[in-house]
């Protein structure tokens, strides 16, 4: 199991972090956090930055880990597969969350 | 022992009833793989006249043919059943059909639970049937929005039956995903290591776990809107504080999932036909196995642009643009590793490459048409448009229709150790294939130029009165390739002539069994050292008849195999199976009861019906197990393995484990819902809260942890002393303590009718009490086997899975319990 679970953590922690940013959007719209502001931007563009840059640490944390002696797998079919899809995990954190960093707060599309 | 003598042997041990009473008792995968094929053919031929009576419809302008009314039940059921009862369930019997033999084991890990999905599944798809035939089907659309579908807009029983009758099909979804990551990964030939597994088993897999993890929000999305219809519980009625967007979210959480849950079998097919008619190896395995992983993941991150015309801020559409667009990656390259396949071989032209022909040709314009629809402008455009069916059709036909096709004619010799000689095959996919892009270009132009999806009719005017007739034409072409297939599958499976053992030179296991496969599959497990364990070993078939492999050795009357270490493939456990029976039949009946009984609003019988299905599932684990240590096994070959039920990590475990997945999806979805609607439902805060009570929330918190604490106690308790009784008397006691704290709860939530914020306090409370009771009840059972002399230090699985499940209501019963108490105590 330990092995099945190597190759999926990398990929379900994004879906954590990507779900969690979009949550975090959500909460920080509704409550008003885009007018507070905070270190010459708003509250809720710094707490959005945040979450991205812990999403893209942990990423690669993971990828440090599995590279160590002590984390990597038995067999090299798993270590491989396990690696491929860390970095899966890590292009689709950088990819997917990065509108946090260009797009307006809270419009809507009309 | 003769090869043949053993054959009689383990026939007689295996066999399931002769004639159609087997039908009803037995636990044979094959049976119920092949039991599950016909039944989801017969729903598709259903949907496919649906389709039909679609297109006769939308063939003119101004067609008198079907009022708005049928119209609206046609294309709802048509898309129902092609989903729920088509797609799925095929996925689901090829699975079952194939796994055990391609990975060179008798059974799935548990036989039972096979027939009991099976047999929701019919009775499930019957309801949804005897709702068509009386036309009072569904009609709100196969995803079934609220307000639309909600009480007041409809007030008929036509709604019911898809909430009810496609929970009752997706029970059997979940009993299947469970079973087959359990046998994938535990119920594999000796040597097969993760790296050996075919291909196939891969796919299955992701798909198993897609569908555990996707189906959950479905199921309560479809039970809190059938609460809200049949007890006013306003989850998504806006001026009570719900919100219909929370069935959106839930929906397509489950439903963007879902597309790929069809594509990814399709997928295994095709990567296991391909190298074969190629003459080849699997360019990429690492590749696919890695894409397919991710395809899986990425595919969650998509709900959202499904929902990109119902005002979600930019930012929240341009996370799930970005994600649409990388899904585009694992997909290209799984088909960069068939092309490369294909490269490095040499293709042969059997019908089954056909098959994959027009898959490639379909599904690459589907994904283009995909990217179109994947830009947020774009699809403000084609949003509801015959462009959208029409695209929709590409991506399910091309990406799931035409893999299976080819499946079927890679595998019918197998099924029925015959050989085809009609050459009708070939004509069917020419009319299927022009048929198909007849009907579905030309509805693609009609959606461009303007026509709406799920009209009934539509003005002279308009112009697409011709197109409308091509696509219609072009349909009945189809339908003609279709029923030409069926046609050519019957003459093969009942008057072709007899064919040899392994046709295409296939290198997995499942044509090293005869054809067609005998109830064991195996008369003795491989060893297995390679991915294509078949390929450089042909005398392989004869040694393993000859019982020159594992468990070759039938002794006893019991149904044997063994269980292997997930990573390696050592052999790790024995496990014997139960025999025939008709207890699935009986508690799959009684199930439907329970969710018959909600259907016709006969609320006396509800709670009947679940003691029903609670006794029979304490008959079904009370008859496993024994009352003595049976110690070492021999597993032939010099291997000894202890029996299943004297370990840690049985496959009950596993099994709890997964289920486990999925349940903890469905509590996620519930407290997602419930932040949902705070944050986003208009109407909140409600006018009062629950009132809050420290005392309440640390003794259920307390008794609940209490539980899992003194089920370990109980573990310890058996290994060292024998004495489990007293850990499990303190753990029942710490239970129901539990229990009743959410009892009481209950009873002060505000009415729950009058606010969204009261109904999700009502049901979070109600599941946290439902797991209370099941792991009463489990305790109950654990005391009685241990006091009936069916556990000891050894046979402890039991106690285990018990653990797992306290466990968990430890987890759940401390977040429900903060979720319910704490905004009482911020306010
Ligand atoms: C056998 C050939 C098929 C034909 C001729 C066909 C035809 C159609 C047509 C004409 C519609 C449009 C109804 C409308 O919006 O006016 C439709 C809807 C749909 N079809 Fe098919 N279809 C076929 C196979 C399939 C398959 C294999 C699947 C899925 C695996 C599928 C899934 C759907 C879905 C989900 C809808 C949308 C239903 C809704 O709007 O609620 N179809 N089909
Ligand atoms: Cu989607």
Redesign the pocket.
């Known amino acids: 199991m330990k092995d099945v679970l190597r190759i999926l953590l990398a990929p379900l922690l994004w879906l954590a972090s990507f779900s969690a940013t979009y949550g975090l959007h959500g909460i920080g719209c509704a409550l008003g956090w885009p007018e507070i502001a905070l270190w010459g931007a708003s509250v809720f563009r710094v707490a959005l930055l945040t979450a991205w840059l812990v999403a893209i640490l942990i990423q690669v944390a993971i990828l440090i880990v599995l590279h160590s002696d002590r984390f990597r797998a038995a067999s090299a079919f798993t270590q491989w597969a396990s690696l491929a899809t860390a970095w899966v995990g890590l292009v689709a954190v950088l990819w997917t969350v990065y509108p946090v960093a260009v797009i307006t707060a809270c419009g809507g599309n009309g | 022992m003769t090869a043949l003598r053993r054959h009689r042997k383990l026939s007689a041990i295996w066999s399931s009833e002769p004639g159609f009473r087997g039908w009803f008792s037995s636990v044979n995968h094959s049976d119920l793989g092949r039991m599950f094929l016909v039944t989801a053919f017969f729903f598709?031929l259903v949907?496919?006249v649906?389709?039909?009576l679609?297109?006769a419809q939308?063939a003119t302008p101004h067609s008198a043919f079907a009022d708005a009314g049928a119209?609206a039940q046609?294309?709802?059921m048509?898309?129902?059943i092609?989903?729920f009862l088509?797609?799925i369930p095929t996925f689901e019997g090829l699975a079952i059909y194939l796994l055990p033999k391609m990975l060179g084991t008798r059974d799935l890990a548990f036989p039972r639970l096979t027939a009991y999905g099976y047999w929701c599944y019919a009775f499930g798809g019957s309801m949804l049937l005897v709702a068509l035939v009386f036309g009072i089907a569904p009609d709100?659309?196969?995803?079934m929005y609220p307000p639309l579908t909600g009480p007041l807009h409809s007030p008929g029983i036509n709604t019911d039956f898809w909430l009810i009758g496609i929970t009752f099909v997706e029970i059997s979804a979940i009993c299947a995903a469970v079973e087959l990551c359990v046998s994938i990964l535990k119920y594999r030939a000796p040597g097969m290591s993760l790296d050996k597994m075919p291909i196939f088993a891969w796919y299955a897999l992701v798909t198993a776990l897609m569908i555990l993890t996707g189906f959950p929000p479905l199921i309560l999305g479809s039970v809190l809107l059938e609460l809200e219809r049949a007890f006013g519980l306003p989850f998504f009625q806006a001026d009570l504080g719900g919100d219909s967007l929370l069935w959106q979210h839930l929906f397509w959480l489950f439903g963007h999932p879902e597309v790929y849950i069809?594509f990814l079998p399709a997928a295994g097919v095709i990567s296991t036909i391909i190298p074969v008619m190629a003459r080849t190896t699997l360019l990429g395995y690492g590749w696919i196995v890695a894409s397919a992983v991710a395809l899986a993941f990425l595919s969650f991150g998509l709900w959202v642009h499904h929902m990109f015309t119902t005002g979600i801020p930019l930012m929240g559409l341009a996370f799930f643009s970005a994600a649409s667009t990388l899904v585009a990656v694992p997909t290209g390259v799984q088909v960069f590793a068939w092309i490369g396949t294909l490269w490095k071989g040499r293709p042969e032209m059997h019908l089954p490459m056909l098959h994959i022909f027009g898959f490639f040709f379909t599904f690459v314009i589907g994904g283009l048409t995909g990217v179109m629809v994947a830009v947020v402008p774009f699809d403000w455009q084609a949003h509801d448009t015959?462009f959208i069916?029409a695209h929709?059709?590409y991506v399910?036909?091309g990406g799931?229709?035409f893999p299976i096709l080819a499946g079927i004619y890679y595998w019918l010799p197998l099924v029925s150790g015959r050989k085809r000689f009609f050459r009708l095959g070939e004509v069917a996919f020419a009319l299927i294939f022009l048929g198909?892009h007849g009907?579905?270009l030309a509805?693609h132009w009609v959606g461009l130029m303007g026509q709406?999806?799920?009209?009934?009719t539509y003005d002279a005017e308009t112009g697409w009165g011709a197109i409308n007739l091509i696509?219609s034409i072009s349909?009945f072409i189809?339908?003609i390739g279709?029923a030409m297939v069926l046609i050519d599958v019957l003459i093969h499976a009942f008057v072709a002539v007899r064919g040899g053992r392994n046709p295409w030179k296939a290198g997995t296991l499942e044509w090293a069994s005869m054809s067609p496969p005998p109830a064991y599959n195996f008369a003795s497990l491989p060893h297995v050292t390679s991915r294509d364990a078949f390929h450089g070993d042909p005398g392989l078939a004869n040694r393993l008849a000859k019982g020159e492999g594992y468990l070759g050795d039938p002794q006893s009357a019991r149904r044997e195999t063994l269980t292997v270490d997930i990573a390696t493939g050592d052999p790790d456990f024995m496990v014997i199976y139960p025999g025939n029976t008709r207890l699935p039949i009986l508690m799959a009946a009684v199930t439907g009861l329970f969710f018959l009984s909600i259907l016709i609003k006969l609320y006396w019988l509800t709670p009947l019906a679940l003691a029903g299905v609670a006794a029979l599932a304490l008959v079904w684990v009370w008859r496993l197990g024994a009352r003595t240590d049976a110690g070492p096994q021999d597993a032939g070959r010099g291997v000894t393995l202890a029996l299943a039920g004297e370990t840690e990590k049985s496959p009950g475990w596993w099994g709890s484990v997964f289920l486990l997945v999925a349940n903890a999806t469905f509590f996620g979805s519930l407290l997602f819902g419930y932040a949902f609607l705070w944050t986003v439902a208009p109407g909140w805060p409600p006018q009062d809260w629950l009132a809050p009570s420290l005392v309440e929330l640390g003794i259920g918190g307390a008794a609940a942890l209490t539980s899992a604490l003194a089920m370990r106690l109980a573990i310890r308790g058996n290994r060292h002393r024998a004495r489990p009784l007293p850990g499990l008397a303190f753990a029942l006691t710490a239970t129901l303590v539990t229990a009743v704290t959410f009892a009481m709860l209950l009873s002060r939530v505000p009415p729950p009718d009058g606010h969204a914020y009261a109904a999700t306090l009502f049901v979070l409370g109600s599941y946290a009490l439902c797991h209370a009771l099941i792991a009463g009840l489990m305790l109950a059972f654990a005391i009685a086997r241990a006091r009936r002399g069916y556990t000891s230090p050894a046979r402890q699985a039991e106690f285990h899975i018990v653990s797992l499940w306290t466990d968990y209501l430890a987890v759940i019963a401390t977040l429900s319990l903060l979720a319910a108490h704490l905004p009482g105590f911020l306010a």
């Open positions: 598709f949907g496919g649906l389709a039909m679609i297109r939308l119209f046609f294309f709802t048509h898309g129902t092609m989903m088509f797609a709100g659309g196969w995803f069809i015959a069916t929709l059709h399910l036909f799931f229709v198909f009907t579905f509805m709406r999806r799920r009209i009934e696509s349909s189809m339908a279709l």
